[in-house]
């Protein structure tokens, strides 16, 4: 679904590979965007409910994990 002005609500490195995680807030999207060839980004879009907010790494720095408040859901990376 198309948004005018989609907000990005979070933008965190991985610790493992040369990826970001970008959450962008409106549209429920979670991109994995690979930095590896800054030349040719790769980005891997992934779908998950509408309005994420700011997320973060579990313990292990395996999961990254993102709330969605107005859907009551949790998305795990």
Do not use: C
């Amino acid at each position: 679904e198309y948004h005018p002005e989609p907000r990005v609500a979070a933008i965190v490195a991985s610790h493992e590979h040369p990826e970001f995680i970008v959450n962008v807030k409106e549209t429920g999207k979670i991109l994995l965007v690979n930095y590896s060839d800054l030349e040719n980004l790769a980005v891997t879009t992934l779908p998950a409910a509408r309005y994420l907010h700011d997320g973060g790494w579990d313990s292990t720095h395996r999961y990254f994990m993102t709330a969605a408040n107005q859907s009551n859901m949790i998305a795990v990376v």
